[in-house]
């Protein structure tokens, strides 16, 4: 009989055997690991726009347009508006986070243990699994609901399945791939909503009037626009960390921010305006139905070219793959830094587990969408905003802009690391004014009753004003000193 160490040796060796065979067919193995100076040497930069570009360049953007009109009864000039400066707001912070990457060679939530801990990272950790995981149910239903719009014999359900497999599929193989893949996949997607402008764009003009807008829509729409892209501070560096580390922080910046800025406002615009018009245009109201059928809707929209609006219809659908398989990516690194022994656990696993806990919840909730996106993306704007003012004050104010201080040594040994005390009471006493400030459809602060949801605007301030005394007392208990 094989004894039981035997037994383990011989799992062991399997085990590693598969591992090498994954990484010799080039699926990235790298978790939360830092990349030393010397490993980062890629320089094709323009690769982060394409990553941001084709991540946000997809249906979900378009329907998070539809928002203005649907949940807060804004016309489409108000709409374009919030949409607008928002977004040109909201997408300044994570643009910037996505500098740090070649610097530090690290995922954004190891380098945000400078600031948290060791263990007390673990909360955003857990905050940004359930926001990354919410971001891939959505995906995972719109394009489901847009690739079964193309035929009678095929479910919503089983258009979901489609999709996270393809998405499984590219997020597996790691960065190389992924970097491949959404520097590609936009491009079908362009020819969908050009063609569609081409031949429903005069439909646009018959958006229904709509009631004078009030604060209180406008700034709780406003929290919603926050909420979609400022989560992305939370995985920026996830897909820089491989840059070389001389490259000018401004040409970072700008390649992401310009990936942000220019897919989300177009799409989103257009979005609001085609939900507008289609009660006045048969063929969209049916296909957008009493179930706000987003895909539904765009395959509307295309059908006057026939068959090949179908096609078009099917690219449409799969453009949520480069988001999902983006997002799936940086789950990985988030399962690891919130139980840290995962870390010796390969990246790729993770994917795994992503998709078998998104997958079903899409298929549930898919006839809930409206409902879950607009709850959804209201509330996941709050602690990010109070992470990434407190990831900015520790960076600039306490390290200096020193990135030498972040210590490759030190990223998994916790008696070096900050205890993360300051970090996580800061970020928990702001929510004292954050909560008054809410107003969603599930709650109504005292303040956001009057002036409309100012949630995301109160925590990145107020955040950053609490954490600087709290971290002086810090760093003089822990007798730290940079």
């Known amino acids: 009989m094989v004894g039981d160490s035997e037994l383990e040796v011989a799992v062991t060796v399997e085990s590693v055997e598969l591992s090498l065979n994954f990484t010799s067919w080039g699926v990235e193995e790298r978790g939360t690991v830092p990349v030393p100076e010397l490993e980062r040497t890629d320089t094709q930069f323009y690769k982060i726009f394409f990553v941001w570009f084709s991540m946000n360049f997809n249906i979900l953007s378009f329907s998070a347009g539809t928002l203005g009109p649907i949940a807060f009864q804004l016309g489409l000039r108000d709409s374009c508006l919030v949409i607008l400066f928002f977004n040109i707001l909201a997408c300044l912070l994570p643009a910037y986070l996505n500098t740090w990457g070649p610097r530090t060679g ?9 600031s948290f801990g060791y263990f007390g990272i673990i909360i955003p950790a857990i905050l940004n699994l359930i926001g990354l995981c919410g971001f891939n149910i959505l995906n995972g239903i719109l394009g489901g609901q847009a690739l079964a719009s193309v035929s009678n014999n095929m479910s919503w ?196 587990l992503g998709t078998v806990i998104a997958l079903p919840l899409s298929i549930v909730g898919a006839h809930r969408f409206y409902e879950a996106l607009t709850n959804f993306l209201s509330l996941i704007g709050y602690w990010a905003s109070a992470f990434g003012a407190i990831l900015i004050i520790e ?48 709650f109504q602060g005292p303040i956001g009753i009057t002036s409309g949801d100012v949630g995301f605007e109160v925590a990145f301030p107020l955040a950053a004003v609490l954490y600087i005394p709290l971290r002086k007392l810090e760093l003089k208990y822990q007798n730290t000193h940079y």
């Open 106 to 114: 690290m995922r954004q939530m190891i380098q945000a243990r400078y």
């Open 395 to 442: 960076h600039h104010y306490f390290r200096r802009g020193d990135f030498s201080s972040y210590d490759h040594a030190i990223w998994n040994v916790p008696g070096h690391l900050p205890w993360g005390a300051a970090a996580i009471t800061a970020a928990i006493l702001s929510f004292g004014l954050i909560i008054p400030c809410m107003n969603q459809l599930w």
């Open 157 to 352: 359900n089983v258009g979901i399945i489609i999709i996270y497999i393809i998405a499984l599929l590219i997020s597996f193989m790691g960065y190389r791939v992924l970097n491949w893949y959404e520097r590609i996949s936009w491009f079908p997607v362009l020819v969908a909503f050009l063609v569609a402008l081409g031949i429903s764009g005069k439909d646009l003009y018959n958006a229904q009037p709509a009631e004078p807008a009030t604060s209180v829509n406008i700034l709780s729409f406003a929290s919603v626009i926050a909420g979609f892209v400022i989560t992305y501070s939370a995985m920026a560096s996830d897909f820089t960390m491989y840059y070389d580390p001389t490259v000018s922080q401004t040409k970072i910046f700008w390649y992401a921010y310009l990936g942000y800025v220019v897919p989300i406002i177009p799409l989103q615009c257009l979005g609001a305006a085609a939900v507008l018009a289609a009660p006045s245009v048969p063929s969209w109201n049916e296909g957008y139905g009493t179930a706000g059928n987003v895909g539904g809707l765009l395959e509307a929209m295309l059908s006057p070219v026939g068959n090949f609006g179908k096609f078009l219809t099917v690219m449409l659908s799969l453009s949520v793959t480069a988001n999902i398989a983006c997002t799936l990516y940086s789950i990985c690194f988030n399962f690891q830094v919130m139980i840290p022994a995962l870390s010796k656990v390969p990246r790729y696993v993770f994917s795994i």
